[in-house]
């Protein structure tokens, strides 16, 4: 009997962490979307450099990197490390899902790409935008080696 109410116990805090970070990372992960897609080069700088930092840093060194850094200062309770680091890491993960399900992304030339393959340009003057076509993208993006 013992066993099972640890492993019930184990079973509700995983669950506990589970909803808080992807809380977190549904309620952050949206501004850091939209500051991704948009125009403000700073700001569309800061939250790439945020979402690559966290994505290339593997979780746990995160939660140790909280725990033990920020303990120094403060004192902190595992569970709330835990789903800290985690919703910090699911938001740096929200972005990418969130333009793919929006059906934008960002070009390297500014450009807007939509999920149907084609890239939409608002050039400063311009009062609508114009259509590439999608051969044409993609032949601009061809390798050299490919004829």
């Known amino acids: 009997m013992d ?6 116990h184990g079973l509700w805090t995983t669950a ?14 949206i501004p850091v979307a939209l500051a991704r897609l948009s125009d403000i080069a700073p700001l569309r700088w800061l939250a790439t450099a945020y979402v690559e930092v966290l994505r290339g840093v593997p979780p746990i060194a995160w939660m140790l990197l909280l725990f033990y850094g920020l303990s120094q200062w403060i ?16 938001t740096a993960y929200s972005p990418r899902t969130t333009g ?12 807007v790409r939509t ?3 084609s890239a939409v340009a608002t050039p400063s003057g311009a009062s609508s935008p114009r259509r590439a076509s999608v ?13």
């Open 3 to 8: 066993t099972v109410t640890f492993l019930l």
């Open 16 to 29: 506990v962490i589970t909803v808080a970070s992807f809380l977190i990372g549904a309620v952050l992960g």
């Open 75 to 90: 004192q902190l309770d595992p569970m709330l490390v835990a789903c800290l680091a985690l919703g910090a890491i699911a």
């Open 100 to 111: 793919q399900a929006s059906g934008r992304s960002r070009t390297g030339s500014g450009r």
């Open 115 to 117: 999920r149907w393959g």
């Open 135 to 147: 051969s044409r993208c993609r032949r601009r993006r061809a390798s050299p080696w490919v004829s």
